[in-house]
């Protein structure tokens, strides 16, 4: 089962992805995540990226497919969870080829619906397990013990350097300017499913498994 989860900034992407991962098996695919470690190595990808991200647009169609066409080769005999990427109409129709080249299809694109305002809140409290990435929240998802991973009892955690209100909103123009356009493109293949985003962790979690499981 291949799935895309979309969504603007904050929605709970990548909350719900790791969740599949945990609970399914699924291999979750963050363009967001590849690029951050294509900065962080110092690639010449990531040496593109740096500033864009940094200033919250988008990244070019040709290096996040890239990106996507290399990491789809490991998802064999795995469900993939597609995480912030299409973000463009031109990106959907690079992922069909991608998909289609390796007998893979799409089975649903979860749009988790949610209020702009409260994601300037969940995106200026994000916080990551600076060891397996596990997200957390200032308000709404601390640490079961503080400072310590749920996860993996890893103590350091770190804040991503485009999580500031500024740079949120011009990812949220950007989602609303590229992104949500290509929700009627998924619409036409009739596989578009809407989730309310605005519940808890778990009402999240246990719509997206209604729709899975259905
Ligand atoms: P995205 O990957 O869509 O950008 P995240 O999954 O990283 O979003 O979530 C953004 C922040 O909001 C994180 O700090 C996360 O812990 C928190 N969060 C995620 N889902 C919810 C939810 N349903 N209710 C409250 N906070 C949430
Ligand atoms: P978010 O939590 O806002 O959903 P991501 O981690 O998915 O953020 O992405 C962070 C940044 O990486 C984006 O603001 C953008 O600069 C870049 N990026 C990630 N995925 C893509 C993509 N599919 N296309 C273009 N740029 C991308
Ligand atoms: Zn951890």
Same mark, same amino acid.
């Given at each position: 089962m291949d799935i895309i989860l979309l969504g603007?900034?904050?929605?709970g992407k990548g909350t719900q992805a790791q969740r599949l991962v945990a609970t399914r098996g699924m291999i979750q695919l963050s363009t967001g995540d590849m690029l951050r470690e294509a900065v962080a190595k110092g690639t010449p990808t990531g040496l593109k990226a740096k500033a864009v991200m940094e200033a919250g647009e988008l990244v070019s169609d040709a290096i996040v497919s890239a990106l996507i066409g290399e990491r789809l080769d490991?998802?064999? /005999?795995h469900g993939a969870i597609f995480d912030g990427?299409?973000?463009t109409k031109h990106q959907a129709e690079a992922l069909e080829i991608l998909l289609g080249e390796r007998d893979r299809t799409l089975d649903h694109v979860i749009e988790l619906v949610v209020d702009e305002e409260a994601l300037v809140v969940r995106i200026t409290g994000r916080f990551t397990c600076a060891n397996c990435g596990a997200s957390y929240h200032d308000k709404f998802h601390l640490p079961k013990v503080e400072g310590?991973?749920?996860?993996? /009892?890893?103590h350091e955690f770190k804040r991503r350097p485009d999580d500031n209100e500024q740079t949120v909103r011009t990812r949220m123009a950007e989602y609303r300017a590229k992104?949500?356009?290509?929700l009627p493109y998924y619409e036409e293949k009739g596989l578009v499913r809407r989730v309310d985003g605005m519940g808890s962790v778990e009402e999240v979690a246990a719509a997206i498994d209604a729709i899975l499981d259905g």
């Open positions: 603007p900034p904050g929605a490991s998802c064999v /005999g990427f299409p973000r310590t991973c749920d996860v993996c /009892g890893h992104t949500a356009p290509i």
